[in-house]
């Protein structure tokens, strides 16, 4: 049929010319005597090997053509033959059932066996299988790929496919029909041998198939077909056909079910696209071996005259560019039969082409960008961030994560989110390319989880969205991927964010979560809740927390502002160090005035480590806790190189030292010992994990407690261990009481007005039916922690919706001195009836700030309500300052007297005046001199000298808090006045817990620690059982988790510290409060203004984190202090029956600002019973004339309606400006100096 034309000289055939033209030279009439010939079987001149000249193509196709239509005859003919079988049966046994139906009885007598009527018939038993059936599932088992040997097999069988069709392409270089002897070919002999074994392979394929027609006439059978008897025919003849060898690149067609074996290919994007990618090339290599026989060949009808020489590859480009509907023409078929076939390809191959194409570029454009794995660098750790990955959340962690005031971060960043970046934060990757790389999946695919190597990986971190309008539903996912990661790999440290308080119980439930070895939950809401609580004890402070653990760059200002001095402690951040073992022995105080005095470091807490292994915060636990070999110190420093110098210090080599920046490593033996036990913690190592405190190093003895639990003073006992009745709760953390009804604490507008409430807090919030609970339990635990005596707890009245807060009630009902006014604060009536200008401090919430798409919308109200106080107006009377200046000293105020001092200098009676518990005055009088004083004259007083604290859900909304700041709509919110001044709060600085948390577990649990009044995992567990505090016996063991530090704001205007207040040095104050008082100063909170040379009107403070020694102080600063717990400050309290305002108003300033008296012991235990005498005289005149409401019996501590005489908030002033100092606080024992 086919053969080369003798006037064409094939590609890559130098020899052949050469044969070609030595025939001719022979046989010059060859040619013409061929032509008149009847050929029957046409020849070529090219074939040396054949004297005659004549080719063997025919032989090959014969083979391979009689080889499939006889085995196809024989098929047909054997189907063909069982059918008549099968309807020659078939007719018979019809027949024989058709007899048996008409003689049934005649059947049985011919057979003698008649059967009973009850004789059942016998049960034919199964046939067994036959050994053709067995060699049949045999065969099926070798080739289904679903066993080991299978997969082999198959597997096999393609990769010599694709080797045989390599040797096409090699043979395809030489003429189309050659002589090859067998025993000299290498490339024949490889042939060979894979087309025996793919003889054995169609024997088993035709023994396992079901129907041998349809797997007579399937495409890998044609394959085998034509390609397989050319070979044996090549042996015999010793001639090479090139033939329909291409056939075999159809079996490309399998590669994409080759790579499924191999467990490759796993998604349908991925199948699909090889799949298509295979039958496309597949096609262009077959029609490409065609076009290249018969162009090499020609036309049999014309002698084979028309041929033309072409590569493979040439032919290969002729089909793309024809496939294209390029056409250059550079290439073309000359052939009848190539032209013909080029015709029917076009129709398919363009249509194939215009379809697969077009879907193979879509699928591969489609193909994740972000879809590798995560390959791990020996010697660098890292961790996997996931869940709610934005613009705005990456960047606020890779900001706190890589702060360069950190120890070089050799931690990679792997984040892992189901949705490509886009170009911002593809942009932010990029800039951090060297630490950060980005991987698209989810952690609930097991896959994505291996693709970032999660096994390995120090921590897995999951950001929530803090703004999303269904807070449960965002906790609820954030749980789903803890509990994925977990399940994959156990061990795993994750940290996570959770946005609701109850949704943490949740995750106790998951068996591999684990406190203990590093696992943490941070909950926003428990912590928003918390820092806003603190702020209603101590203003400000939840500026300065939210600074210490938060990464910041020093900024130097020159100018004297006092954004010069916030900026300055803005730089500190909390850091842990293990002390030196020159400490070991030295009480906390000294230890602590040692680190700040010398090494320029202030340390307020260390971790206690229990005798049972249990680890635990001793925060500023004072002279009685001495230091062991190994103690871990939690410090406040602008870098963690700067807390190195308590590790390294020596007495022996740093004793003399005054420059805190030369204390280096030294070469003490004892030293290194230390250091090679007790490696850092400024770096994350989970060998530090083991416990509540999960970096102490050794085992070593417990430090002794501040009380033993069973040695507590009997009068206090006798005061708080009666047990009929529960003070506390369970836990002996929180004041308790029994559950009231909700319509017990509502008060009417008009009940409100005649209760006359002061020194309280009153909470704002905004809520409905529908909004999302903020979690108010939160923010009455702090102010409900039992450190504080129960005289001392401020009221709390909440205005709000009656919905919202029946729905938040569930979580209130057991906390003491709560009451709600059902209104909006919106409305100025409701304010007014809560007296909001006498309150201690004025929190302002909101439920809905998650609903509204618009992002400057979101705090609305907050901000609408904030600027509503501000802007009212109240009716007041002078001042006592002013009254003071004019030589008007109010009864019960004698000066001489250290013991009926203020509480807090003045502030007091300015808080009446000002609306806020804190002096406003600009500077004091002092004797000797007269100074400016700020005017209290006026006929009304605004409210924006209420103290105010703001939440915001949006950062830039801070700007209109202050209509009379100068900030900036692009300023961070840290830089911003509001947050200075402590009076705005935003959930967004709490993402920088986060990276803190992974550097150091502990901070987290300290920061818990101070914020939420003393929560614990304990308390945790309790609260997932019961969602509501169980109140408990006073037991002494329950006591004793009353002795706990408390944060308080120090006065500097009267008292011990007057001299030092009136321009004398911070580091001084703060050596005489902690030798003295045992009272650990770390910040001041400062007029603004107050480095004016002139007066100002300004009652703005703002907040001074950890200031220098030599730091100056004014008259009018208060200090952020940790003050210890008295045991003795409660007990004159029972024994008291306080008026109707002046006992509930003398404790209102208690707990956030204290003034400490100067004199001994001695004295000022007879100085307070002279006083108190005094005192209860005044009380007792006006207990005469009015009703009291208020006591420190739980039982009474609710104002109710009661019928009294009305009274003016002017009177409500003047009576609250002269009561007694009856809740001063008693100097806290001194301690020897021991430094």
């Known amino acids: 049929m086919l053969a080369e034309a003798d ?25 013409i005597s061929m032509s008149k010939m009847d050929v029957i079987i046409p020849f070529s001149p090219d074939v040396p090997c054949d004297n005659n000249g004549q080719r063997m193509w025919w032989a090959f196709l014969a083979s391979s053509m009689v080889t499939f239509f006889g085995g196809l005859f024989i098929i047909l003919l054997w189907r063909t033959l069982k059918y008549l079988w099968t309807v020659c049966c078939h007719c018979n046994i019809k027949k024989k059932e058709a007899q048996k139906v008409n003689n049934p009885a005649n059947s049985q007598v011919a057979d003698g066996t008649a059967k009973g009527p009850d004789e059942k018939d ?53 003429p189309i029909e050659s ?16 087309n025996v074994f793919f003889l054995l392979y169609f024997g088993l394929r035709f023994i396992a198939a079901n129907d041998k027609l349809w797997f007579w006439l399937e495409v890998n059978s044609v394959v085998d077909f034509f390609t397989v008897p050319p070979v044996f025919v090549s042996v015999y003849l010793n001639r090479s056909w090139l033939g329909l060898r291409f056939l075999r690149a159809l079996r490309l067609i399998q590669f994409s079910e080759i790579l499924q074996f191999l467990n490759i290919l796993k998604t349908s994007n991925s199948i699909k696209l090889v799949n298509l990618c295979s039958i496309f090339i597949s096609t262009w290599l077959t029609a490409a071996g065609f076009i290249h026989l018969v162009e090499n060949s020609g036309d049999p009808w014309e002698n084979f005259q028309n041929s033309q020489s072409l590569s493979y590859w040439e032919c290969v480009y002729l089909l793309m560019v024809t496939m294209s509907t390029v056409g250059y023409g550079d290439v073309y078929a000359k052939t009848t039969l190539g032209r013909l076939f080029m015709v029917f390809f076009i129709l398919g191959g363009l249509a194939m082409f215009a379809s ?72 932010l990757f990029k800039r951090h390319f060297t630490q950060v790389e980005f991987y698209q999946g989810s952690v609930l695919n097991p896959h994505d989880l291996a693709r970032v190597k999660i096994e390995s990986a120090d921590a897995c971190l999951i950001l929530a969205n803090k703004y999303c309008p269904d807070p449960d539903a965002e906790d609820a996912s954030n749980i789903m991927r803890v509990i994925s990661i977990k399940n994959y790999s156990p061990k795993i440290r994750i940290i996570t964010q959770m946005l609701q308080y109850h949704n943490k119980a949740h995750l106790l439930n998951i068996p591999s979560w684990n406190w203990k070895e590093g696992d943490d939950a941070i909950c926003l809401a428990e912590l928003k809740a918390g820092f806003i609580a603190q702020s209603c004890l101590a203003q400000g402070l939840s500026t300065m927390l939210a600074n210490l653990f938060s990464m910041r760059s020093f900024i130097e200002i020159e100018e004297d502002t006092w954004q010069k001095y916030y900026l300055e402690g803005v730089a500190n951040e909390m850091y842990t160090e293990y002390l030196s073992s020159a400490f070991v022995g030295l009480s906390f105080p000294a230890v602590c005035e040692l680190c700040y005095v010398k090494l320029k470091l202030l340390l307020i807490a260390i971790e206690n480590k229990s005798e049972l292994g249990e680890s635990s915060i001793l925060i500023n636990p004072g002279n009685h806790v001495k230091m062991q070999e190994g103690t871990l110190g939690f410090f406040i420093a602008s870098d963690a190189k700067e807390v190195k110098r308590a590790f390294f210090y020596c007495k022996a080599c740093h004793d003399d030292i005054t420059d805190p920046k030369r204390i280096k490593k030294c070469g003490c033996k004892r030293l290194i010992y230390f250091e090679d036990e007790h490696p850092s913690t400024l770096s994350p190592k989970k060998k530090q994990r083991n416990g509540g405190m999960r970096n102490s190093p050794n085992n070593s003895p417990n430090m002794m407690s501040r009380h033993d639990p069973l040695v507590i003073p009997g009068n206090e006992q006798m005061e708080n261990m009666d047990m009929n009745m529960k003070q506390y709760d369970s836990t002996g953390m929180f004041h308790w009481c029994p559950s009231k009804e909700i319509e017990k604490v509502i008060l009417t507008r008009s009940e409100a007005s005649m209760t ?34 129960y005289h001392e707890l401020k009221p709390i009245v909440f205005v709000g919706s009656l919905e919202y807060l029946r729905r938040e009630w569930e979580t209130l009902h057991n906390f003491p001195k709560v009451s709600i006014l059902p209104g909006t604060p919106l409305s100025r009536a409701d304010l007014r009836a809560v007296n909001i200008n006498l309150c201690d401090m004025c929190v302002i919430l909101s439920a809905n700030q998650n609903n509204i798409d618009d992002a400057s919308l979101q705090d609305k109200e907050c901000i609408l309500a904030s600027l509503n106080i501000k802007s ?25 007297s250290p013991d009926s001092s203020p509480v807090h200098g003045l502030a007091r009676q300015a808080s009446v005046t000002t609306g806020a518990n804190i002096p406003i005055i600009t500077e004091l009088a002092k004797p000797g001199k007269i100074l400016p004083l700020v005017s209290f004259s006026q006929e009304k007083k605004l409210g924006i000298n209420i103290q105010m604290i703001t939440e915001l859900v949006n ?77 408990g016996y006073s037991t002494p063991q329950t006591l004793a988790n009353r002795d706990r530090c408390r944060v308080a704001q120090l006065a500097l205007y009267d008292g011990p510290f007057a001299d030092l207040g009136d321009g004398g040095c911070y580091g001084d104050l703060f050596c005489k409060a902690l030798k003295t008082y045992n009272m650990l100063c770390f910040g001041i909170y400062r007029l603004r203004d107050a480095h004016l040379a002139t007066p100002s009107q300004c009652t703005k403070r703002y907040v001074i984190t950890n200031p220098p020694y030599e730091f100056e102080l004014v008259p009018t600063d208060l200090i952020f202090c940790l003050m210890q717990f008295d045991h003795n400050a409660g007990q004159s309290r029972t024994s008291l029956s306080h008026s109707s305002h002046s006992s509930h108003s003398s404790s209102k300033k208690s707990s956030s600002v204290h003034s400490i008296p100067t004199t001994n012991r001695q004295n000022r235990s007879s ?39 009305p009274m003016s908030t002017h009177m409500a002033n003047q009576v609250n400006q002269y009561k007694s100092t009856s809740s001063l606080i008693p100097p806290i024992r001194e301690v020897e100096d021991e430094c």
Not at 7 to 31: L, Q
Not at 878 to 894: E, H, K, R, V, Y
């Open 872 to 896: 009212m107006q109240f009716d007041d009377s002078i001042g006592l300052l002013q009254a003071n200046s004019q030589g008007f000293t109010p009864p019960g105020m004698d000066r001489s």
């Open 356 to 427: 697969y194409v077009p879907e193979i570029i879509e699928l591969i454009g489609n193909r994740k960008k972000y879809g590798g794995s995560y390959s791990a660098v020996n010697g660098r750790k890292h961790i996997v961030v996931c869940g709610h990955i934005t613009l705005e959340s990456v960047s606020n962690f890779l900001k706190d994560f890589l702060h360069k005031d950190r120890d070089d971060v050799n931690v990679e960043i792997v984040f892992l989110h189901n949705i490509s970046p886009n170009l911002e934060l593809e942009a």
């Open 1167 to 1205: 100085k307070a019973r002279e006083a108190g005498h005094k005192q209860n005289a005044t009380r007792m005149n006006r207990m005469s004339q009015e009703r009291k409401w208020f006591t420190d019996e739980p039982e009474n501590a609710y104002p109710r309606n009661i019928q009294i005489k």
């Open 122 to 174: 016998e049960v034919v038993p199964a046939s067994e299988v036959g050994w053709m059936t067995s060699v049949k599932d045999w065969a099926g088992v070798m080739i289904s790929a679903q066993t080991l040997t299978g997969r082999v097999l198959v597997v096999l069988v393609f990769a010599l496919s694709i080797g045989a069709l390599g040797i096409y392409f090699i043979d395809s270089s030489d």
């Open 179 to 194: 002589c090859q002897n067998f025993y000299k070919d290498f490339t024949l002999q490889i042939d060979m041998f894979f």
């Open 756 to 789: 006359v409430l002061s020194g309280h807090v009153v909470v704002c919030i905004f809520g409905d039916v529908t909004s999302a609970l903020v979690g108010l339990r939160n923010l009455v635990m702090p102010l409900r922690a039992s450190n504080f005596h």
């Open 955 to 1031: 950062d830039s909304n801070v700007q209109f808090l202050d209509q009379d700041d100068d900030d900036d709509p692009d300023t961070e919110l840290y830089l911003t006045q509001p947050f200075a001044c402590g009076t705005a709060f935003a959930v967004s600085v709490l993402d920088s817990l986060m990276s803190a948390t992974y550097f150091n577990d502990n901070i987290l649990t300290l920061i818990r620690t101070l914020v939420t009044g003393g929560a614990t995992p304990e308390l945790e567990a309790l609260l997932a059982e019961e969602n509501a505090l169980q109140g």
């Open 7 to 31: 006037a064409t000289v094939p590609h890559g055939s130098g020899n052949s010319m050469m044969s070609r033209n030595n025939y001719f030279n022979k046989n010059p009439d060859s040619s």
